[in-house]
């Protein structure tokens, strides 16, 4: 039987050779920080490189696609002229929207990947979608102001996106600055489906300026330094009160006897809300976003 050899300490048996390819491949495939070493008897050694792991969480990732899925239904639908379907499309989105991030926390398979990938699904159903819906239903009949306003829209939110992603971890959490992007959407497809659906006894003629005054109202909105309720704060394992089950049911009885109706008075409520508190945070001087 043939005596072992000994153990050569230095670099493993497949990086021996002086800048062979496969030790720069090796080497190119990490920065300075990344390289892996261990000792052995005081000498430092490189480590063969484990494969890097690529893979995305599914499930919150799901409900995202889904939602830009949405958004992107909403825009051909917008194209046929189904003005309606458009608009439900749109608040399809949002819940699927907030859907994904809790969906994440609940599980625990929060991502960088995931929330690049819900901005840009965002920007989209949230952003593109409502005013191009908007656009194609009246604004488009206004000339330069239509898509003027349309334009404001869309970047308007694609501005409170950007201001969103560099705040994170710096603004509190109560509060959103700004009217937050799914709201505005919610807005200005609510709207839409409530005089396509004839609830509200609006002139045709009217109706193209309150969508300008509207667009421009909810892009600017979304832009502003007004801090709206953001209902992070709220736990749903904790107990509440009974007459909050009784003001949720009362909500479900209102939505589905007239939805169009009910989901736009809610939305614009929350839109003035952030300017309210502004004018309480004057009146009384205290800050409620402190």
Not at 5 to 29: D, H, T
Request: with cysteine; aromatic share 14%.
């Amino acid at each position: 039987m043939l005596p072992r050899r000994p153990f050569r300490k230095g670099r493993p048996r497949f990086l021996r050779g002086r800048n062979s390819p496969i030790e720069n491949e090796w080497k190119n495939s990490f920065t300075e920080d990344e390289a892996p070493e261990f000792e052995v008897d005081g000498i430092l050694i490189e480590d063969r490189p484990r494969p890097r792991n690529k893979s995305i969480y599914l499930l919150p990732n799901l409900f995202t696609l889904a939602a830009l899925f949405c958004g992107f239904f909403s825009i051909v639908n917008a194209m046929n002229h189904r003005f309606e379907v458009a608009a439900i499309a749109i608040f399809c989105s949002l819940v699927l929207d907030g859907m994904d991030g809790r969906v994440a926390r609940m599980t625990n398979t929060q991502s960088a990947f995931g929330e690049q990938f819900d901005s840009l699904a965002d920007m989209v159903s949230f952003g593109v979608a409502p005013a191009l819906v908007a656009y194609e239903w009246v604004l488009k009949d206004l000339g330069k102001l239509g898509w003027l306003a349309a334009f404001t829209y869309c970047a308007g939110a694609a501005l409170r996106l950007a201001r969103f992603n560099a705040n994170i971890g710096v603004v509190d959490k109560r509060f959103f600055q700004g009217l937050p992007s799914p709201a505005a959407a919610a807005l200005l497809a609510g709207f839409i489906w409530l005089a396509d659906d004839n609830a509200i006894p609006v002139k045709d003629s009217a109706i193209p300026i309150l969508t300008f005054f509207i667009t421009i109202y909810a892009g600017l909105t979304m832009v502003s330094n007004a801090n709206f309720y953001s209902g992070k704060a709220l736990n749903i394992r904790y107990r509440v009160p009974f007459w909050v089950m009784v003001v949720l049911i009362m909500g479900f009885v209102l939505i589905s006897s007239n939805p169009p109706l009910t989901l736009f008075g809610l939305f614009v409520i929350y839109s003035l809300s952030g300017y309210v508190m502004w004018v309480w945070e004057k009146v009384t001087k205290r800050p409620n976003s402190s």
